[in-house]
Structure formats: structure tokens, C-alpha cells
Nanobody
Framework: VQLQACGGGLVQAGDSLRLSCAASGRTFSSDVVAWFRQAPGKEREWVAGLTWSGAGPKVADSVKGRFTISSDNYKKTAYLQMNSLKPEDTAVYYC????????????WGQGTLVTVSS
């Protein structure tokens, strides 16, 4: 599976952005797609995840109430809706996919940069 993330940009604090992650190749509805982010000088962190079919959405506590993850299994696209953005949300955002039950994300997108100015 190949993943392509897009939708990043430069926004002001309080603004919204929607990231998209499009998959090409064979996907299974039970596979997991997730968003990670890595800020400058920090470790990569998991942000949100769900299955391609849309089941079991979860978001990290740090973004709960502001970010929402969703997916369109027919389009093989996952989304990360980010509202009320804060400067600390500035990072490169990556989407990744893994077989359900696996501990390893085997497919990664190229990353899209989100910059939130104060």
C-alpha cells in the first residue's frame, strides 16, 4: 500500500485544517490507518487512528476535542480534521497503515507540514 498525505499549510492559531491520506494499492477494511506527527526536536507521536472502514476511531489526549479522524473506505482516503489549532500543533504530519493486530505500521506517507502561527 502506498500512502500520500496532503493538506498541510501555514495557518493562524484558532484556524482549522483538514489533512487527507489517500491510499493506492490493496487495502482491507479492517486495516488500521493512523496519523502521526513529529515536531522539530521532538519524538514522533501518534495522533489518531481508525480502520479504513471507519471503525474504532481514537485520538490522542493532546488533541481530543479538537481533532477528528475519519475515513472513506470507498475512496481509500483517511482524513484528519484539525480545529482550534495551536502553535504546539506545528509538526510534520504523517499517515501510516498497518494490518489490524500488527504492532508495526508497514506503510507510511511522505508527510505534510502544518505550521500554526501565534
Amino acid at each position: 500500500v502506498q500512502l500520500q498525505a496532503c493538506g498541510g499549510g501555514l495557518v493562524q492559531a484558532g484556524d482549522s485544517l483538514r489533512l487527507s491520506c489517500a491510499a493506492s494499492g490493496r487495502t482491507f477494511s479492517s486495516d488500521v490507518v493512523a496519523w502521526f506527527r513529529q515536531a522539530p526536536g521532538k519524538e514522533r507521536e501518534w495522533v489518531a487512528g481508525l480502520t479504513w472502514s471507519g471503525a474504532g476511531p481514537k485520538v490522542a489526549d493532546s488533541v481530543k476535542g479538537r481533532f477528528t479522524i475519519s475515513s472513506d473506505n470507498y475512496k481509500k482516503t483517511a482524513y484528519l480534521q484539525m480545529n482550534s489549532l495551536k502553535p504546539e500543533d506545528t509538526a510534520v504530519y504523517y499517515c501510516a497503515s498497518k494490518i489490524r493486530g500488527s504492532t508495526t505500521y508497514g506503510s507510511w506517507g511522505q508527510g505534510t507540514l502544518v505550521t500554526v502561527s501565534s
